[in-house]
């Protein structure tokens, strides 16, 4: 079957629209339900830093997210503001961003009004190897955060066999040291980063 | 009929497999068989768009001009894959974010691009759609094996199930993917023996019984 170059064209050009507008109609319909989960998992990250207790049932999220937290401005940046039922500030949760072994780690950190503790960390993306690096997303890594003192020297650090520190230390994952010191390292720059620019809890309530 | 639909079953699952007997689709076997579940996602994702990228070739085929045929064959591969990502991202959105770059990765599978060229370029829809289908299940059962080993060894669990009874150390090497090509080695040479002596067999019988048929099939 001989066809000439205007057939080719024609085709290839009318095959590729086709299969176009369908991916796009795909697109457009599933949006809101993807914009939708989305919105939620980040809502749920951030009641999780802020140490509000989780909730399983979807609907809920949203709800109890607005009823204890404040989206705010500082520097470009979207921070979310826990209050008490008085309105007394009681946390701040930031959106931090680095290296991890293979590639970047985004998360959320909740840090005390005070700013001496941290709330807790979650983190929303990763490419960490799945039962390694990746093991960063099981629960007691993250619990360990909680409670931790905040301090531009030593910061958070990795116990080992010799040494545990209550105030400071966390413990790696085994096998996954790479990982568990990328995340670490993270956390401090981010942690100096709010100490060298004097970010306050006055700074940020403005 | 039935004939060609158990030729195809046994020869995508067994004589031809996509991965021990072809060596196909070697990237991801490493990349996802360290965890049961995320094998059996991939596996099924793939077969997916294997069977469903098959059957609509192989309905275009007689129109697809012979020039530009691969492009139209990626494009179409590529349409599915991003469907099953944009699917899975509404509605199973924790699935998605375990398997991660994985879906986008199906397209680059060469299992997907070898049936249409192989098989669905010359063969009518319905049984180019099994072809894929079988080819997509060979994949997914190999990927199961490999990682049943290295999830076994690895973390002692099945499917994330504890089964480390006895308390054995874990092997770190097993959930690295250096671990699979030490298990698709010996697949692929349990597999090459077990072909190669029944090819001679055969060979042997058609000798004794058709000897010109058999020196015109070489």
New interface residues.
Partial sequence: MKKGSLYTILFMFAISVFFTAILASANAFYQPSIEKNELLSNMKSILYVLDIKSISDENQIAEVFNNNVRTKKLNHLDIFVKYDQNGNVQGYAFPFAGAGLWGRINGYIGISADFKTILGVDFTSHSETPGLGGRIDEPWFKEQFRGKKISSEPGIILNNSSSRDEETGIDAITGATSTSRAVVNILNDFINELISKNISSLEVQK | MIEDIKKVIYRNLLKENQVVRQILGICSSLA?T??MK?SLVMGLGLTFVTSLSSFTIST?R???????RM??QT??IA?YV??VD??I???M?DIS??L??YVGLIITNCIIMGRAEAFAQKNTPFISMLDGFFAGIGYTSVLLIISFVRELL??GTVFGANVNFIGFDTW?IM??PPAAFFIIAVMVWIGANIMNKRTAKNANAEIKTFPKQQSASI
Avoid at chain 2, 62 to 68: E, K, M, S, T
């Fill in positions: 996802v360290n965890l995320n275009l007689n129109y697809i001009p012979h020039r530009i492009l139209v494009l179409i349409s991003i469907f944009i699917f991202r509404a509605n959105p974010k375990a991660g770059p690895g973390f770190t959930v690295m």
